[in-house]
T-cell receptor, first 114, second 110 residues
Framework: DTGVSQDPRHKITKRGQNVTFRCDPI?????LYWYRQTLGQGPEFLTY????????KSRLLSDRFSAERPKGSFSTLEIQRTEQGDSAMYLC????????????FGEGSRLTVL | EDQVTQSPEALRLQEGESSSLNCSYT??????LFWYRQDPGKGPEFLFT???AGEEKEKERLKATLTKKESFLHITAPKPEDSATYLC???????????FGTGTRLLVSP
């Protein structure tokens, strides 16, 4: 399968713990995005990378959230000191350099904070 | 602030019963309007991009149209496999982020 891969698919954690999600984009795509989606809502933008550079970051992304894409390939999204409000589906997407808006999404990582 | 409103929230159709989904938007300098399909437990799947008023795109039983204030997704003679949530999103000029609406949940009964 050559689509966007996310790991883990499901994560249950206790409030206050740190969690990390990994995204492997489609190999020839240099753009990578993170979105968050809660039940009944559309995806909400978190951050965008072009190669290894983080070029856009939502104002909604608190200091507890950090994302990296160290070699311009896979990316990680870390949430520190999780809160119950962080419970959501975290979606990763990628796109080729010439594309605008046509994103290829992974199946997401579902986070439940108890 | 860029905003997308979709209606109805949910729509139930009989197989073969055509209908339309609406997406109203406000955006500073529209760069593109996008339609995605999302099945339960899956990530969204790209359907169409529309760039300017008057533009239309078609794919099988789906047709998307765009005006200066809204977009419509027309579904002709739907089948049960068209059941999904349909998401509309806009992109403002100069930015990569997409602003999504809350979606329309479509259920097509045989």
């Amino acid at each position: 399968d050559t689509g966007v891969s996310q790991d883990p698919r499901h994560k249950i954690t206790k409030r206050g713990q740190n969690v990390t999600f990994r995204c492997d984009p489609i190999s020839e795509h240099n753009r990578l995005y993170w979105y968050r989606q809660t039940l009944g809502q559309g995806p909400e933008f978190l951050t965008y990378f072009q190669n290894e550079a983080q070029l856009e970051k939502s104002r909604l992304l608190s200091d507890r959230f950090s994302a990296e894409r160290p070699k311009g390939s896979f990316s990680t999204l870390e949430i520190q000191r999780t809160e119950q409000g962080d419970s959501a589906m975290y979606l990763c997407a990628s796109s080729p350099g010439q594309s605008t808006g046509e994103l290829f999404f992974g199946e997401g990582s579902r986070l439940t904070v108890l | 602030e860029d905003q997308v409103t979709q209606s109805p929230e949910a729509l139930r159709l009989q197989e073969g019963e055509s209908s339309s989904l609406n997406c109203s938007y406000t955006v500073s300098g529209l760069r593109g309007l996008f339609w995605y399909r999302q099945d339960p437990g899956k990530g969204p799947e790209f359907l169409f991009t529309l760039y300017s008023a008057g533009e239309e795109k078609e794919k099988e039983r789906l047709k998307a149209t765009l005006t200066k204030k809204e977009s419509f997704l027309h579904i002709t003679a739907p089948k049960p496999e068209d059941s999904a949530t349909y998401l509309c999103a806009v992109q403002a000029g100069g930015f990569q982020k997409l602003v999504f609406g809350t979606g329309t949940r479509l259920l097509v009964s045989p």
